[in-house]
Nanobody, 120 residues
């Protein structure tokens, strides 16, 4: 069982920045993939960014060049640096520990979520 706790959400103006943190209750070194999802009201949860154990990173097109995911295995923490935020980035952001099934990411554990609100 892995417990994930997100922090760093809040209210920011369009064009601003936030850094989300996800602290794990156990070592993340052996977790194949760590990811950040988001869910806006009335929309499905989507995978925003993920990072593999080998530091390979993937981003959804809408956040490329604006968001950066990173992991600090020594601190058992995953980060999501979000720059040039837009109102459409408003959502609850969830941290997840993922398993790999072939190339498919399978969420195994979720955090409780942190709200990000971007005002125009």
């Amino acid at each position: 069982q892995v417990q994930l706790v997100e922090s760093g959400g809040g209210l920011v103006q369009s064009g601003g920045s936030l850094r989300l943190s996800c602290a794990a209750s156990t070592s993340i070194f052996s977790i194949n993939v760590m990811g950040w999802y988001r869910q806006a009201p009335g929309k499905q949860r989507e995978l925003v960014a993920d990072i593999t154990r080998g530091e390979s990173k993937n981003y959804v097109d809408s956040v490329k060049c604006r968001f950066t995911i990173s992991r600090d295995n020594a601190k058992n923490t995953v980060y999501l640096q979000m720059n040039s935020l837009k109102p459409e980035d408003t959502a609850v952001y969830y941290c997840a520990a993922l398993a790999l099934l072939g190339s498919e990411r399978i969420p195994r554990y979720w955090g409780q979520g942190t709200q990000v609100t971007v005002s125009s």
